[in-house]
């Protein structure tokens, strides 16, 4: 059997899998792009798993508020990364289908940290090594479509 957040989608005797929906925005800032992290030692974008009928923007907007107190408009087509990881303990493969949107900060560009967390501003091209592996995909992508508008 399959869920797909926490609903039945798909069924197979022999195995059992998950979907999960993320959505995070790429906030790029005075040259600078936003990353956040929390108890894992990766770095990424604000953003996080879809609630039951949630669009992947509202996500997107509601994960951003929840990380870093800020209010955005994501905008354009996103940015898709999808990979999985199978447990062998439990038999299961997850699935991750991950939305990026390039997203502009609307009103105060102040930072609002949930406890245990962290975020800062960094150069695209001087990103930490810590890096969850969608995002150097995920900020090269906007940065190379910003570079061709302007």
């Given amino acids: 059997m399959s869920e797909i957040q926490g609903h039945s989608a798909l069924t ?5 899998s998950s979907v999960t929906l993320a959505s995070g925005a790429v906030i790029f800032h005075d040259g600078k792009v936003l990353l956040v992290r929390d108890q894992d ?17 509202e996500t997107c907007i509601r994960e951003v508020a929840e990380e870093v107190g800020l209010r955005i408009i994501p905008g354009g087509e996103p940015f898709v990364y999808v990979f999985n990881r199978y447990d062998e303990h439990a038999d299961i493969t997850h699935y991750y289908v991950l939305f990026h ?8 560009s102040d930072l609002t940290i949930e406890s245990g967390s962290e975020a800062a501003y960094f150069y695209p091209n001087d990103l ?9 995909l995920a900020i090269d992508h906007f940065k190379s479509h910003n570079d061709r508008d302007n």
């Fill in 12 to 16: 197979s005797e022999d195995h059992t």
């Fill in 101 to 108: 949107y390039r997203a502009e900060i609307e009103g105060s």
């Fill in 41 to 57: 030692t990766f770095w990424k974008v604000p953003g996080g798993s879809c609630d039951d009928e949630e669009s992947i923007k």
């Fill in 128 to 136: 930490p090594e810590e890096l969850a592996p969608n995002v150097a």
